[in-house]
Antibody
Framework: EVQLVESGGGLVQPGRSLKLSCLAS????????MNWIRQAPGKGLEWVAS????????YYADTVKGRFTISRDNAKNTLYLQMTSLRSEDTALYYC??????????WGQGVMVTVSS | DIVMTQTPSSQAVSAGEKVTMSCKSS????????????LAWYQQKPGQSPKLLIS???TRESGVPDRFIGSGSGTDFTLTISSVQAEDLAVYYC????????FGGGTKLELK
């Protein structure tokens, strides 16, 4: 069974940093690209970042480019999202999702990030 | 950037009713080399993460009931639920993956 479990969220002050993790199981992690997608409270879905299976290709939404860094450790079956210079508008539930070629077929349950002073 | 527009934003339905919702993209999602439309539909129930229903505009995922039908090509797409059940009350999102990824604003199905 495919499982994706996010962790690392919490309350953080504006301008500070936070690192999210997504632990994958139930599939060969190193064979799949991965996405981070977020959802602000009561709002829709917003793609954040993407990384290919071998980390060769990385893409970011304009709203986070230069502030967020996506990475992965295939030996640990873990996806990361390093978030810096956080803003109130980054407050959201952050999901990791597996990419079946380019389609996000499995999603984690999400981890909440709240940016507030 | 490709903009995805979903209509309506919400819709009140009764069990057994046929429902259609629209998704329009600001540019074509049809890739000429493989003749595929790079569009997916997701269902999100309250308190749950999104669930992939349909990819490539019309390919249902394994286990998804056949009352969910995706159609359309190019810039205009439709998700039809042939006979709505109570468990289908949710928010439905379309997503393009032709050029990075973009979601529509969602269509919320509510009980009439």
């Amino acid at each position: 069974e495919v499982q994706l479990v996010e962790s690392g969220g919490g309350l953080v002050q504006p301008g500070r940093s936070l690192k999210l993790s997504c632990l994958a199981s139930g599939f060969t992690f190193s064979n799949y690209g991965m996405n981070w997608i977020r959802q602000a409270p009561g709002k829709g879905l917003e793609w954040v970042a993407s990384i290919s299976s071998s980390s060769s290709y990385i893409y970011y939404a304009d709203t986070v480019k230069g502030r967020f860094t996506i990475s992965r450790d295939n030996a640990k079956n873990t996806l990361y999202l390093q978030m810096t210079s956080l803003r109130s508008e980054d407050t959201a539930l952050y999901y990791c999702a597996r990419l079946r070629t380019v389609v996000a077929d499995y999603w984690g349950q999400g981890v909440m990030v709240t940016v507030s002073s | 950037d490709i903009v995805m527009t979903q209509t309506p934003s919400s819709q009140a339905v009764s069990a057994g009713e046929k429902v259609t919702m629209s998704c329009k993209s600001s540019q074509s999602l049809l890739y000429s080399e493989n003749k595929k439309n790079y569009l997916a539909w997701y269902q999100q129930k309250p308190g749950q993460s999104p669930k992939l229903l349909i990819s490539w505009a019309s390919t249902r995922e394994s286990g998804v009931p056949d009352r969910f039908i995706g159609s359309g090509s190019g810039t205009d797409f439709t998700l039809t639920i042939s006979s709505v059940q109570a468990e289908d009350l949710a928010v439905y999102y379309c997503e393009q993956y032709y050029d990075t990824w973009t979601f529509g604003g969602g269509t919320k199905l509510e009980l009439k």
